[in-house]
């Protein structure tokens, strides 16, 4: 009966209870009701409620394991609407929450057993909450960061234009320097079996340096090293790039060689202003997402030489710095209050 009621069965929800039973009756007396339930990451209590409900109701009662005879049909949720605002409340006393913890804070509190996917689909379906891998801010970043950030650059600008000069005659853009490497293992790929891919891991050096521009030209170039003076050399690259604008404004990172004085005199040299993130504060420079893209690129290549790599870098920043999708919400955040580039993303 089992086996038909299986065949048969469109419901998720039931195929489940179904498939514990169909795993009781064709495996070995040797394997445990519990050693199925941790096959099927599902609580022991709760395999025990679909057999009671078997054994009494039937195919019936495992719609319905939880239906007593008496009051509205259908299985009671162990947690009402009331209760999930209360657990809303308790998960936003911490950014963030693993299954597991979410799951013994429900048992303490409410004493409901669920199981980890139950607890995702709470979380997710009626939580609207999000899982992902969390960003990592460093403890020294300061707390008004982005506020920091805002400030400043709202202050270059005003001071840019009391001198006369209009948002057309300033290019902005941010720069970074990276240097990708061929053990690089972030894609996400569908695959059979294992999923494993065959790479060259030899150490291939290809130091980066990129101006992500969201007014103006982005422009990169490959460091012979990672010095002051190589990074010093690039600037008249920008200046060269965008050389229709009056000035150049460049957001970049607290990096010990970006105050150095030959960056400096550089800067001063080519009407670049240099602007600096708040320290510990690299999620505030959009080009990190290029970076990203560029590294996935590479996670899923061969590559056979220094050259081929650089090409490869080359290829993934000519697409990706072409868009300003990366900075879109940088820009409304930061300077739309005192220019218009939003209507660049449009």
């Known amino acids: 009966m089992v086996r038909i009621y299986l065949a048969q069965e469109h419901d998720w929800v039931v195929r489940q209870r179904l498939t514990l039973l169909n795993m009781i009756v064709e495996l070995p007396e040797s ?15 709760t395999a025990y409620v679909w057999l009671r409900a078997w054994r009494k109701h039937g195919y019936s009662g495992l719609n319905h394991p939880l239906e007593t005879g008496e009051g509205v049909p259908g299985r009671r949720a162990a947690l009402g ?43 997710r379906n009626k939580l609207k909450m999000r899982f992902g891998k969390p960003y990592p801010h460093d403890f020294r970043r300061p707390p008004d960061a982005a506020a920091q950030l805002e400030e400043n650059l709202i202050r270059v600008y005003s001071d840019l ?91 970049l990172d607290n990096f010990a060689s970006h105050h150095a004085s030959v960056l400096q005199k550089a800067a001063e040299d080519n009407d670049i202003l240099l602007v600096y993130l708040p320290p510990y504060s690299p999620d505030l420079n959009p080009v990190e997402f290029i970076w990203k893209t560029i590294k996935r690129a590479i996670s899923i290549r ?20 072409i868009h300003c999708t990366f900075a879109k919400s940088w820009i409304e955040r930061f300077v739309g209050s005192v220019i218009t580039y939003k209507s660049i993303c449009t």
Request: proline share 3%.
């Open 161 to 251: 234009m009391d001198q006369g000069l209009s948002e057309k005659d300033i290019a902005l853009g941010f720069l970074d320097e990276a240097s990708p490497q061929l053990t690089a293992n972030t894609a996400r790929v569908w695959h059979f079996g294992k999923g494993a891919v065959v790479k060259d891991t030899t150490k291939r050096k290809a130091n980066t340096v990129g101006f992500y521009a969201i007014a103006g030209r982005s422009v990169h170039d490959f460091l012979s090293e990672s010095t002051a003076a190589a990074i010093a050399e690039f600037l008249p690259k920008i200046r060269a790039a965008n050389a229709e604008y009056s000035v150049v404004v460049v957001v």
């Open 81 to 123: 609407e009331t209760d999930l605002v209360e657990l809303r409340l308790l998960l936003e006393r911490q950014p963030t929450w693993t299954t597991a913890q979410v799951r013994e804070l429900i048992k303490e509190r409410w004493n409901v057993d669920y199981s980890p996917s139950q607890v995702a689909r709470i979380l």
């Open 31 to 45: 394997v445990t009701l519990a050693d199925i339930c941790r096959g099927l990451n599902l609580p022991l209590s």
């Open 302 to 321: 061969f590559v056979h030489s220094t050259e081929e790599m650089r090409k490869v870098i080359t290829a993934g920043w000519s697409d990706a710095a």
